[in-house]
């Protein structure tokens, strides 16, 4: 057949050409036509199976972010940010509560709650001397200050709180007028290393305008009485100084007896009287009644305790 086909091709001076081939040549060519506009239509074959797929190209450069995409990424880093803010706020909250508490601790109300002996800073921002609950308005034990004052002195205070001092008479009236009740409770000690003391369960000063007059009752204790002696008893009088004489005695007992103090007749409690070691003359420190006699004192701490 082949042959047939060349040999007319021959005699014919044409090439005869496959289908795939005229159809390369064809601008309209249905697969289904002949060249020559025949149909050669038959019988549908089946649908071949698909080709494996083929491999991937490679990844295209990565484009810029768009608006949408950067609020995103910030709205979440601001959220990230809040949250983290919140839990150091807590954190702060809650450590602002515990240093509150150790604050309340360490920093007492008054010399009733202190735990430290010594200077203490109250919350008040007052810095006081506490013992043992006491809060002390004066203390005495070397001679190292002079308690022969004025007035002036006396009313606002002096000395050091880490040494010998007056706490002061004002800052003693608003002490004692701003509590329920107070206490007063002094301790002595003498150059032998004896110590005593003396208390009083009600104890207040009145204003300046009184001169500080003084209100006690109530005495116990081991030292003896020499405040309430019924032949001179000292509740009641106001405080008299070197250059403000307020006893009932004819004489400046602070002047001449004693020194600075809540003088009546003069009286047997002189606690800021002469600091000797060797003296015992009566214008000496002295809280007669212990050893029933003028001076011997090394020492003396006056202190306050109140109910609020």
Known sequence: MNKFIFLASVLLGTTVLSQQQQCRFVPVCDENQRPDGGSIKGDKGEVGSPGKAGPHGPQGIKG?????????VLIHLVTNLMEKLEQQSNLLNETSRKLEKIYEYVTPVSCKSALVKGRQKLRTGDEVYCDNGWQ??????????NFNKPWEDYKHGFGNLSSEFWLGLEKLHQ???????????????????????????????????????LTLAG??????????????????????TVDRDNDLDGRNCAFQDGGPWWHKNCGYARLNGLWSRSSTSDTSMSWYHWKNRWGGLKSSMMKVQCDY
């Open 175 to 213: 002490i004692t007028t701003s509590a329920r009740r107070c206490r007063l409770r002094i301790n002595f000690r003498d150059f032998k290393g004896s110590h005593s003391y003396a208390e009083y369960r009600n104890f207040s000063i009145g204003s300046e305008s009184s001169s500080y007059q």
């Open 64 to 72: 810029e972010q768009g608006l949408m995409g950067d609020a995103t």
């Open 219 to 240: 005495f116990s204790g081991s030292a003896g009485d020499s405040m309430l002696v019924s032949s001179i008893i000292q509740n009641g009088m106001r405080f008299s």
């Open 136 to 145: 002390v308005f004066q203390h005495r034990y070397d001679g190292s200050e």
